[in-house]
């Protein structure tokens, strides 16, 4: 245990937790905390592992009233992008890619709290456009949740049947960008010490959130979580000011 973090396996926790409850998935704060203790590509390469585990979780406690439609529609266009973003991790300077998770962090974040109506029309080429989006930024940046949980909130979905579709779909490309991650080098063995304690930390997590779930709004947690996903974005922009 001398050579694990237990503050990071903390927070990993914490981003788990509040992943489910927020419904945007774990990897949008798990991506910037992992920044902090690994480089960016270890990141990419632990993400798409942990996260296998994670969904595999949330599509066993929420496995009821899972949409195929939606599956098919939203799923279909992830995996073959989020194989193209992980094939272009490798023709970007990792500081770049920091810069750009920032970015997309802080963006993503202001967009939902200024914009708290914002909702997109519920329809097959929306469903598609988001999908894509959603993918290429999981390949290249390591998540994409946001956009998908944007994408997804439009078709007015109950919350467990959300949490299912968006795990079953986050599955998929998880499964798909492992395998363009390890050809691009990115899963490392002094690296994979952490996978059993993350395997269990997506379990427990999952669990704990759905719990939370049943006694509290999921509005008020998507608040806090957003407010969560700009201060990490402004920190990691200010990590890699500092850096550079």
Request: aromatic share 14%; proline share 2%; hydrophobic share 55%.
């Amino acid at each position: 245990m001398k050579n694990i973090s237990c503050i990071f396996l903390l927070l990993a926790l914490i981003a788990e937790i509040l992943g489910t409850i927020g419904g945007f998935g774990s990897s949008v704060f798990f991506v910037p905390i992992a920044n902090f203790y690994f480089d960016f590509e270890s990141v990419l390469g632990l993400t798409a592992i942990y996260h296998l585990s994670s969904n595999m979780s949330k599509i066993v406690l929420f496995k009821k009233g899972l949409d195929k439609k939606l599956l098919v529609n939203i799923g279909i266009p992830s995996v073959i992008f989020v194989v193209l973003g992980g094939l272009l991790t490798k023709s970007f300077n990792s500081l770049y890619l920091e810069i750009f998770l920032g970015a997309f962090l802080v963006i993503i974040a202001l967009v939902f709290l200024i914009n708290r109506n914002l909702v997109i029309n519920p329809n097959k080429r929306n469903a598609i456009v988001g999908g894509s989006l959603s993918g290429f930024s999981a390949g290249l940046l390591g998540t994409g949740g946001a956009i998908r949980g944007l994408t997804m909130a439009a078709f007015n979905l109950e919350k467990s049947a959300f949490i299912a579709t968006s795990a079953f779909i986050d599955f998929l490309i998880d499964f798909s960008r492992t395998f363009v991650y390890y050809y691009n080098g990115f899963i490392h063995k002094h690296d994979l010490i952490y996978v059993p304690f993350l395997f269990i930390i997506g379990i427990v997590g999952t669990a704990i959130g759905k719990k939370i779930l049943n006694y509290i709004p999921q509005d008020k947690f998507k608040l806090i979580s957003l407010i969560l996903i700009l201060i990490i974005g402004i920190v990691t922009l200010t990590k890699v000011s500092l850096i550079k």
